[in-house]
């Protein structure tokens, strides 16, 4: 999880510059670094979390499957 919150951080900060630069309104690159971000950093923990599940059915399909089940939450 900590990947995923200097990630989003990472991310707000390139929104917030790339927005501004091509807009020039605070306003705008504030509200378009607040929620393209959001929704990426959701999306990027998704992804993360489905490429897991597949290495482990691949591993699981293989004969080396690890004994720790994946957690539902996070």
Do not use: C, Q
Request: aromatic fraction near 10%.
């Amino acid at each position: 999880m900590t990947k995923t919150i200097t990630f989003a951080i990472m991310h707000f900060s390139v929104a917030f510059g790339v927005t501004y630069a091509l807009t020039g309104d605070i306003v705008v690159g504030s509200a378009v670094a607040l929620v393209e971000p959001a929704v990426n950093t959701v999306g990027y923990h998704v992804h993360e979390r489905v490429w897991e599940r597949i290495r482990r059915y691949r591993a699981a399909r293989n004969g080396r499957a690890r004994r720790t089940p994946m957690p539902l939450a996070a």
